[in-house]
Structure formats: C-alpha cells, structure tokens
C-alpha cells in the first residue's frame, strides 16, 4: 500500500500515537467539561495540521504552517 508523504515522518507517527494517549485520558474525564473538547479538537488537529504542511511545496509555504 502506498503511503502520503506525512505518513513517513517521525512526528506524524508520533502525533497519532498522542491521540492514542489522549484518548485514554478522556475516557477520565467527563464530557462536560470544556477541557474534555479543547483536548480532543486539539490532539486531533495536530496530525491534520502536519499533513497539510507536508502537502506545501514551497519552504515558505511549509515553515508557515509548521511555525
């Protein structure tokens, strides 16, 4: 199977591996509270913000991104 070119990077990986963990630690914390919604938006834009930046071929448009 053929692979993105974010999939082969370290961070990428690590990233999905957070959400794993994150995802373990809301099941802890009550779906009422705001920070239960700040941590899932937020675990799961990080991958989704690495792909987008991988997917920018000019340095500038990459380092904004990733900055």
């Known amino acids: 199977m053929s692979q993105f070119g974010h999939e082969t990077l370290n ?5 999905i591996r957070f959400i794993t963990w994150i995802n373990e630690l809301l099941e802890n914390i009550p779906k009422s509270l705001s920070v239960h919604n700040q941590l899932d938006r937020a675990s799961t834009s ?22």
């Open 11 to 15: 961070v990428y990986q690590e990233s």
């Open 46 to 67: 990080i991958p989704l913000n690495i792909a987008e930046g991988n997917g920018k071929y000019t340095s500038a448009d990459r380092f904004s991104i990733f900055r």
